[in-house]
């Protein structure tokens, strides 16, 4: 039977965790400050959808070295940290935990998520999806699923050539069978193409409204929206990132995706207040996802001969910032 270890076992991890779980296959999760709680009391779940349920992971770790020893053959290792490459690159934490017919499943925003783990493991089927759930873990093991669901797997095949391709892609479709067993209705695999053209249009939406939101001290999305000068900046940034994407990708956009008028109207029409996950992490004083939502679509764009120039200024302006705060903080 199918073995799924989830690492970083946080509220993404643990949320599809549970899901998986409801189909008899043993899912265990390596955990880290959250790992006594857990090992105590399993994780405690409540979802508009789903109901409230403990779910008990088959096992739990406090580290990705102790999962080594437990010499399991993972079929899918499923990869929920934050995707903070300037921090840590987790990519390492899985040599010796990844064997001949592992799949590395990759739940992270942002872009180029998957390089590290495709260059260290060149035998392993990566797999990259993007979700919009909306969870969190207000205290350790307590995981809040608030609404959405809505997940989309790619197998990552950046080069043609691969002839480990056919593998990848029926990987891709096992995975999400197994999301959509265990109650995930919207879970749907896509072609390489359309879950990076996912990605870079996420972007559009996170990299405008994310650091807007922190450098102008807090807005929610719809006061950002609904001001007339940052609503010119965030539909400048969108627009930048929605003509780019399809000259580095080689393809339009399909149509069905939102244009950033649209993304504007929809927030201005939403005034409940929320404000992106970018500001909690600033506010609490956490790395913020910054390579992977800003520099690294720059980069990507830049070595295609594309320049992002607001992309950029927010970019370094946002770095610098937590730069300063970093050393302000450590001085304490
Ligand atoms: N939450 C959402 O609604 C949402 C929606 C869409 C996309 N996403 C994306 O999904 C990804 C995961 O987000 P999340 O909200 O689930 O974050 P999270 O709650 O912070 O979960 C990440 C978990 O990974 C653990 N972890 C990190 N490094 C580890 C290591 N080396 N060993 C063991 N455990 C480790 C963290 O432990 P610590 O507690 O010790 O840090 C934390 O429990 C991000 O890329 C995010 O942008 C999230
Ligand atoms: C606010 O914007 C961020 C996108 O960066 C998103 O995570 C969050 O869901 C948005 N909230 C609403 C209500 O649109
Ligand atoms: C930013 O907002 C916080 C409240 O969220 C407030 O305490 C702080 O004074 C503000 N900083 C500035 C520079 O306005
Ligand atoms: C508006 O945001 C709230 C909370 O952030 C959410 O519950 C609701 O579904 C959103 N409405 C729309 C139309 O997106
Ligand atoms: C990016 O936006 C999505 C909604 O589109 C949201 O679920 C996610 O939390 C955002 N990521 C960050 C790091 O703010
Ligand atoms: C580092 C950290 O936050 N550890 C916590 C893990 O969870 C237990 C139980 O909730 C706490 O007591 C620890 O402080």
């Known amino acids: ?10 509220a993404v991890g643990a949320f599809y965790g549970s899901l998986i779980a409801k189909t ?8 880290r400050s959250n790992y006594s709680a857990v090992k105590a009391n399993g994780f405690s779940v409540t979802s508009p959808q789903y109901g409230s349920f403990t779910w008990t992971p088959t096992r739990v770790f406090p580290s990705a ?3 080594k020893e437990a010499k399991v053959h993972w079929s899918y290792i499923v990869v929920t940290t934050k995707a903070l490459p300037d921090v840590s690159d987790d990519s390492a934490l899985l040599e010796g935990l990844v064997s001949p017919g592992t799949a590395i499943v990759l739940i992270q925003n942002g872009l180029g998520v998957e390089d590290p783990y495709y260059s260290r493991f060149p035998q392993a089927s990566i797999l990259s999806a993007v979700t919009i759930v909306s969870a969190s873990q207000p205290s350790h093991g307590k995981i809040a699923h608030n609404r959405w669901t809505r997940i989309n797997v ?7 050539h691969s002839s480990s391709q056919q593998v990848a892609i029926s990987r891709t479709e096992e995975f999400t069978g197994l999301l959509v067993s265990g109650g995930v209705k919207d879970a749907e695999a896509y072609t390489h193409q359309k879950l990076q053209q996912v990605r870079w249009h996420k972007i559009a939406i996170n990299a405008s409204m994310n650091p807007s939101s922190v450098l102008s001290n807090g807005s929610t999305n719809a006061t950002m929206s609904l001001d007339p000068d ?15 994407a399809p000259k580095v990708l080689g393809a339009p956009f399909p149509k069905e995706f ?5 993304i504007i109207r929809s927030t201005q029409k939403n005034d409940s207040g929320s404000r992106p996950s970018m500001w909690g992490d600033w506010e609490s004083g956490r790395p ?4 992977v939502i800003l520099g690294n679509p720059i980069r990507i764009a830049r070595a295609k001969g594309y320049e ?6 927010l970019y370094a302006l946002l770095k610098m910032a937590q730069t300063n705060r970093d050393k302000a903080k450590s001085k304490l």
């Open 308 to 313: 992002m120039p607001r992309m950029q200024t």
């Open 154 to 160: 790619g197998p990552y095949l950046p080069e043609t």
């Open 65 to 67: 070295d102790a999962a």
């Open 230 to 244: 940052l609503a010119i900046h965030l539909k400048g940034v969108m627009e930048e990132v929605l003509t780019t």
């Open 24 to 31: 008899g296959t043993p899912v265990s999760v390596v955990c």
């Open 1 to 10: 039977m199918a073995e799924v270890l989830i690492f970083g076992a946080g």
């Open 288 to 291: 913020m996802e910054l390579e």
């Open 258 to 262: 939102a244009t950033s008028d649209r």
